[in-house]
């Protein structure tokens, strides 16, 4: 249980263009969920955390209006990179955790992951 | 604010030999959890083992346990019996029992085994 998808896995965009990326809970309901970005051979960077229903919270530094998230319900979350650059590039992953303390924790669960590249 | 500090950036090991990946942090929470994660090649996040700081017993997962010193605010990764397989980079992460509940991260160890 506890499954987490992404989509699409890999998308290549010309510059100036959005790109939209999903995450879904596949089998539990995702009260919130994060969105993380990560260069390569460094760790995860957390973006900002989204609860369904509310605006979502951006990390500092993070550009909310070339960064925008929707948690529309309890199963998806959407990450638009809006006007895309090749700057933009990198890998973009979420994650989710479920309603209560199911896991012991409000443990994370990890979506596979999207490589964005922008050309 | 809390901090999370992995100071072996590359380690290997051979295999079937026994490998500690450090890991310290900092806070001023009285609850929260820990945990290990691995991230293989392929890039998904995979859970190795939590720990609750309120539970003074380290967590065990078959080959792979922790040494938890709460005082120290120290939680180190053992890999027994290494194998192929888990090469990889490791994460250590801090999750306070409050607030957002979201992930401090390490900055990672990459582990290499050997054939």
């Known amino acids: 249980g506890a499954v987490v998808s992404q989509h699409p896995s890999r998308v290549i965009c010309k510059s100036g263009t959005s790109v939209k990326i999903e995450c879904r809970s596949l089998d539990f309901q995702a009260t919130t969920m994060f969105w993380y970005r990560q260069f390569p051979k460094q760790s995860l960077m957390l973006m900002a955390t989204s609860n369904e229903g509310s605006k979502a919270t951006y990390e500092q530094g993070v550009e909310k209006d070339k960064f925008l998230i929707n948690h529309a319900s309890l199963t998806l979350s959407t990450l638009t990179v809006t006007s895309a650059h090749p700057e933009d590039s990198s890998f973009y992953i979420c994650?989710?955790?479920?309603?209560?303390?199911?896991?012991?924790?409000?443990?994370?669960?990890f979506g596979p992951g999207t490589r964005l590249t922008v050309l | 604010a809390q901090t999370v500090t992995q100071s072996q950036p590359e380690m290997s090991v051979q295999e079937a030999e026994t490998v500690t990946l450090s890991c310290t942090y900092d806070t001023s929470e009285n609850n929260y959890y820990l945990f290990w994660y691995k991230q293989p090649p392929s890039r998904q996040m995979i859970l190795v083992i939590r720990q609750e700081a309120y539970k003074q017993q380290n967590a065990t997962e078959n080959r792979f346990s922790v040494n938890f010193q709460k005082a120290a605010k120290s939680f180190s990764l053992k890999i027994s019996d290494s194998q192929l397989g888990d090469t990889a980079m490791y994460f250590c992460?801090?999750?306070?029992?409050?607030?957002?509940?979201?992930?401090?991260f390490g900055t990672g160890t990459r582990l290499k085994v050997l054939a």
């Open positions: 994650s989710a955790t479920g309603t209560g303390k199911l896991w012991g924790g409000n443990e994370q669960f």
């Open positions: 992460a801090f999750q306070a029992d409050s607030g957002t509940y979201k992930y401090i």
